[in-house]
């Protein structure tokens, strides 16, 4: 199974982006991982929230290959342990899913046409964090998951 994440907008904060980096090093060694960044919407101002996340949207969407198990990054979904997050990745593995896709939206979230498309919702709080934030604590969550499956000492409880 690969997993794939994919985000709305560029990073350009360094250090987010060298934590990114190496998080996503360390969890290719358990499975390959792939970072799709959507393009930001060229002269966001001109258009409205809604026209933002429309467009956003038929990128996320395009994106996606038919077969993918979908699932929004949403401070309005599910909230896990790392444990139970770890759980539902492994039960994926087993399933023989070719793609598990997370998506992280933009700065308005996700249009109605994304929604309709996920498989489901997780939370990782219910705060808001940036974009980028949330691609750095999910990528450190994704390698703590895959310590948890190889009964690897990271995760203590
Ligand atoms: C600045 S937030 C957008 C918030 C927007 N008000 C909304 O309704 O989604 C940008 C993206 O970060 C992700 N995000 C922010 N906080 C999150 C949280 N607590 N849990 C999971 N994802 C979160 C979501 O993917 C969201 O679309």
């Known amino acids: 199974m690969k997993i794939t994440l994919i985000a709305v907008g ?4 360094d250090y987010i982006e060298r934590g990114i980096a190496e998080y996503f090093k360390r969890c290719n060694r358990y ?3 792939e970072l799709c960044v959507i393009p930001d ?5 001109a258009f409205s929230e809604d026209s933002q996340k429309q467009r956003e ?4 969407l395009a994106a996606l290959q038919p077969g993918d198990v ?3 990054l949403d401070e ?3 909230e896990f342990t790392s444990r139970e997050f770890s759980g539902m990745i492994e039960r994926r593995m087993i399933q023989g899913l070719k793609r598990l896709v997370f998506v992280i939206g933009g700065p ?3 249009s ?4 309709s498309r996920a498989d489901d919702k997780l939370s990782l709080s219910r705060m808001t964090f940036t974009h980028e934030m949330v691609r750095l604590f999910f990528a450190e969550q994704l390698y703590r998951a895959m310590t948890i499956m190889r009964g690897e000492p990271y995760h203590h409880d």
């Open 31 to 33: 499975m390959p991982m």
């Open 70 to 72: 979908v699932v929004l």
């Open 108 to 110: 308005y979230g996700f």
């Open 57 to 60: 949207g038929q990128a996320i």
């Open 112 to 115: 109605k046409e994304v929604y």
């Open 10 to 13: 560029k990073t350009s904060t």
């Open 76 to 78: 309005r979904g599910k």
């Open 41 to 45: 919407v060229k002269a966001a101002k």
